[in-house]
């Protein structure tokens, strides 16, 4: 006679398997049955009855007629004030109904465990989903609103109802570009920060289970293998870790080993989502795997970093650097340790915060240069006005420079303009070198003449040149003498073209 743990497991791992193609049955036994080969050989009896004769819960206790209607034909029945009006969707743990509440005029969605009566276990971890919700009140998570049981002893929950569609889904149909999508990302952070604050792991984190309404508000739904961190007492806080209830696209390693879970379960199934997001592929590729491959894969293969994912079809652009800090966002969420996740949702929600400042992540190694490309992608435009400002002082002082030089050459331009007149004075006065000056040479227009003389071999010098036959000229005129002047008129002439300057005026 089986007890009742023994009892509970041989329930969940039918119904874990009933679900699913026979090919699978095998793997899915070997997993769950932990090597109890009694237990395996009791569940395939039953998995054979069942797919031979038609449902096995067909025969046996009239609780099951009321199991079965709750899954099949339950509409237009009144679950306490709700009448139910549409199925909406079923699991391998419940059905769900739109309902309607005549004398309020309210819509609630309405949730009913199957085959109630077959586990104890089952029960036990439907009324923990009841309380579960009971203390969760965030407005990115479906409100409970009643909860009862039927007379045959099924129990019921009512839920607000929420249209919408899943996450990915959501993001597709709108072509939400990356900020969208972070920013819609976050609000599903919230709401599972919200349930680990109140000690509860959601533990099946996955875009199903996150709808997105038509005004753009996530709900993250189903807490039905939620894991709370106290135990309740009694039954309440088996997780069958046997089993391993999981999704295992999104499934972390230690669910995938059956080794205990925590907040930082749920920030590997978040990192595999928002990995989903960003490149619109999964981490790991697990169609056509068998269960054995499947768990060698999530538990060995590293999957490629997201912004390799999403170099062929990316749903969202993002900048090279944009996605070296994608790749660190994702990478250090689903981190095969879980030591070396985030610690808590909390700290993912702030990386996500700081990518969208444009600020540095916490999880990326510090470094000057990675600050410094942080801090110009976040201030473009005044670092933009700076680096302007900055070259337009550069452009000034260069201007600044050039006309100190201009003026520095004009003035020892100008000196050595006066230093050359000085010595063709002196020279003037003094005669050739190394000679007597006459007496008749002292003369004004000797002197003069010998000044013309000089002003001619300053050919090198044509300005000084110029300027000086300009002066001598005007001495000619002075003194009355236009016939020694007409040979300084012709020199000028010549040296008007090259100088510029008319010695003449």
Same mark, same amino acid.
């Not at 990192?271 to 795997?289: A, F, M």
């Given at each position: ?69 709750? @899954? ?45 009566? =077959? ?9 923990? +989903? ?22 045959? @002893? ?46 509860? #792991?959601?533990?099946? &984190? ?14 993250? $739904? ?35 080993? @059956?080794?205990?879970?925590? =907040? ?7 990192? =595999? ?21 499947? +768990? ?21 652009? %993002? ?11 994702? @990478? ?13 949702? +909390?700290?993912? #929600? ?11 992540? /916490? ?12 801090? &110009? ?20 002082? !260069? ?16 000196? %050595?303009?006066? !230093?050359?007149?000085?010595?063709? #004075? ?6 050739? +070198? ?7 040479? $002292?003369?004004?227009?000797?002197? #003069? ?39 300084? /008129? ?16």
């Amino acid at each position: 006679m089986l007890d009742r743990d023994r009892w509970d497991r041989l329930q969940e791992l039918f119904h874990a398997a009933a679900d699913r193609p026979r090919a699978e049955w095998e793997a899915i036994l070997d997993r769950g049955a932990s090597g109890d080969a009694a237990l395996k050989a009791r569940v395939l009896a039953m998995l054979e009855a069942d797919a031979g004769n038609g449902s096995m819960l067909d025969r046996g206790s009239p609780a099951v007629a009321a199991g079965l209607m709750a @899954g099949q034909s339950a509409v237009g029945r009144m679950i306490g004030p709700y009448r139910l009006t549409r199925l909406l969707g079923e699991g391998g743990m419940g059905v769900v109904y739109l309902a309607v509440r005549d004398d309020l005029g309210t819509t609630a969605a309405v949730k009913l465990l199957r085959d109630a009566w =077959v586990s104890p276990g089952r029960r036990d971890r439907f009324a923990a +989903e009841q309380r579960t919700l009971a203390t969760l009140s965030h407005p990115a998570i479906a409100r409970l609103l009643d909860a009862g049981t039927l007379d045959d @002893g099924t129990p019921w929950i009512v839920m607000e109802p929420v249209e919408g569609v899943p996450i990915t889904t959501a993001c597709r149909d709108r072509a939400l570009g990356l900020r969208e999508r972070l920013q819609l990302f976050r609000q599903v952070c919230e709401a599972v920060h919200h349930a680990h604050q109140r000690l509860v #792991v959601h533990r099946d &984190v996955k875009p199903s289970n996150i709808l997105v309404t038509t005004d753009g508000a996530v709900k993250l $739904l189903d807490f039905g293998i939620a894991k709370s961190l106290e135990p309740y007492g009694g039954g309440a806080e088996r997780t069958l870790t046997g089993l391993r209830l999981m999704t295992p696209a999104y499934a972390a390693p230690e669910q995938v080993r @059956g080794d205990p879970v925590g =907040v930082f379960t749920d920030v590997y199934a978040l990192g =595999v989502v928002l990995y989903e997001l960003l490149s619109g592929r999964l981490p790991h590729d697990l169609s056509s795997r068998t269960p054995g491959e499947v +768990e060698r894969s999530i538990l060995q293969d590293i999957p490629p970093r997201v912004s390799q994912a999403a170099r062929s079809g990316a749903p969202v652009s %993002a900048t090279a650097s944009q996605w070296q800090d994608l790749d660190v966002l994702c @990478g250090t969420a689903m981190h095969k340790e879980p030591a070396r996740r985030y610690a808590s949702v +909390e700290a993912l #929600v702030r990386d996500i915060d700081h990518f969208l400042a444009r600020e540095p992540l /916490e999880a990326r190694p510090d470094s000057l240069r990675y600050r410094a490309s942080r801090f &110009v992608s976040r201030n473009r435009g005044p670092v933009a006005a700076t680096a302007a400002a900055l070259a337009l002082l550069a452009l000034v002082n !260069a201007l600044y420079l050039s006309s100190l030089t201009s003026a520095r050459d004009a003035a020892r331009a100008e000196a %050595a303009r006066a !230093a050359r007149i000085q010595r063709f #004075v002196t020279r003037l006065f003094q005669g050739g +070198e190394g000679s007597e000056v006459p007496a008749e040479s $002292l003369r004004v227009l000797g002197l #003069v003449d010998r000044g013309v003389q000089e002003a001619r071999s300053l050919t090198s010098e044509p300005r000084v040149q110029a300027e000086l036959l300009q002066t001598l000229g005007g001495i000619y005129q002075k003194l009355g003498n236009p016939q020694s002047l007409r040979p300084v /008129e012709r020199c000028q002439s010549g040296i008007v073209p090259h100088t510029g300057v008319n010695p003449c005026t």
